[in-house]
């Protein structure tokens, strides 16, 4: 490398003094540019030309384009070619006037004769040295394409749950059918419903409303108003999904509600304003998402809007148990009989199981099958459900709330790896009645019906606070004293079991005005 560096040094030695030493007759003088063709007008297309139009197919079929000059001065008409033209589809004017003084024009392309759904290319120039100078930037050629969406009736409704229109007025999220139209243009695909407020004249069996279910006459304005989502277009992602802006039909006394996309609409920050995401035939448009506005103002949505596909779609996603505590149970008692549980110091009495509602019986692998339930375990309205059957025994499903909170975090439940989960009947049971409590192997209850859960108490990150056993020991109801009303001074017995430390976290929830 050494060698190679002196080397180069010694050449550019060797050149500097042999420049030095000519004379400034020896200099090359550069060529000068070509001048541009004297009297040209400068002609060029500006890049704000769209290179794509669509159209709907109620939308006049035209749109316009503009050309330029460099001078001002004098008055000329520049011939207009064309290059591209598919099917002679676009109607084109021979040439565009400029007036003295003008240096951009405008001027009208109608296509009359285009079909829906096909993009149609076209492509025009200027030619001419007394009109192109080749020396400036501008172009002197444009190329743009025209489609005419094309929108095709979806067979069967979909079903449409709104969460902007509920949050802004704190009413439930009730589902209601939306007929769709879609139109695909390229990989963007693109759904329209027409009137989705409107006023409903009924429900179905599934509770599924034709309309929006809390909207009396005369609440939804006569007219036309479109919902309009596009999954993959110029505002997201291939699986996201964006909603124009757009006014919903219908007044409440505080002028015309709107709604739509936070992001693409009313701000640039998708991550606070995420866009709709599009997985399994569901639409998701997640809080903050979208927008409900009046009279008073645009305000991000908290609550979720939700569009199913079908409604194939909907019952199965429904079905789907998202929380133990939220579905229906059967009136009567399966079991009656004393909880007792090794992790709290709380014994309750009278402590029911149930068995829930199969709402999908057609379905063997339902969800709903074989399920059981001890409601107001160890808070109101949280219980354990758990699957029982002779041949399969007890399985506890995972990640379950308590309602507990230890060291200022939330408790769930899980089932435990080393206690056996069962049921056990006592007259069934091996045991050495000539133990006693200090023996290892001492069960107080044994010789006595019981279902046995192993269950695990840990945090919602995995943080493990211990195994316990709990039993639901069985008798009939009439040999049950209540005695419990309530659940005061609770001892947890819960260990942390792992380096993680708990750590109590607020957030602070705020529903600020966004226009």
Known sequence: MKIMRKIYLLGFLIGLIAFVGCSE??????????????????????????????????????FEMTIARTVSSGAVDVPINVEVNDDDVFVVPSSVSFAEGETEKTFKITFPTAAEGITYNLKLNVEGEEFVNPYI?????????????????????????????????????????????????????????????????????????????????????????????EIGGENGKADEVFMPAHDIGVDWGYGMISTGSVFGNLSEKKEDFPLGILKDSIITFPENSLFHGDNDGKYPAPLPTIIYLSKNVYIAANLKIESFNDIEYEDDAVETGTFIS?????????????????????????????????????????????????????SI???QPTGMSFLGKKVFVSMSRDIKSGLIIGSEEVYDEDLDEDDDDYDPNAGKDRYVFGLNFHYKDGTNLGNFKEVLLLSNEDEITPMMLGRKGVDYRFEIQSKVSPKSLTKNVQRDILF
């Open 25 to 62: 007759d020896d200099l090359v003088t550069p060529t000068p540019s070509p001048e541009a063709p004297a009297g040209t007008q400068g002609v060029y297309f500006p890049t704000s030309n769209k290179s794509a139009v669509e159209l709907m197919p109620v939308d006049p079929t035209e």
């Open 137 to 229: 930037t501008g172009l002197s050629y444009v190329s743009t394409n025209a489609t005419r969406v094309k929108w095709e009736a979806v067979e069967e409704p979909m079903v449409y749950m709104d969460g902007s229109f509920s949050a802004g007025w704190g009413i439930s999220h009730i589902p209601m059918y939306v007929h769709a139209e879609k139109a695909v243009l390229g990989s963007v695909v693109r759904y329209r419903f027409k009137n989705a407020y409107k006023v409903p004249t009924g429900a179905d069996d599934d509770g599924i409303y034709d309309g929006f279910p809390f909207n009396d006459p005369g609440d939804f304005i006569e007219g036309e108003y479109l919902t309009i989502v």
């Open 342 to 394: 090794a992790a709290t110091s709380d014994t309750t009495l009278l402590q029911i199981m149930v068995k829930a509602i199969d709402i999908d019986e057609e379905n063997k692998d339902s969800e709903y099958k074989d399920l059981f339930y001890l409601p107001n375990l160890y808070e109101e309205d949280f219980g354990l459900a758990f699957y029982y059957s002779e041949e399969a025994g007890i």
């Open 397 to 399: 499903p995972k990640d």
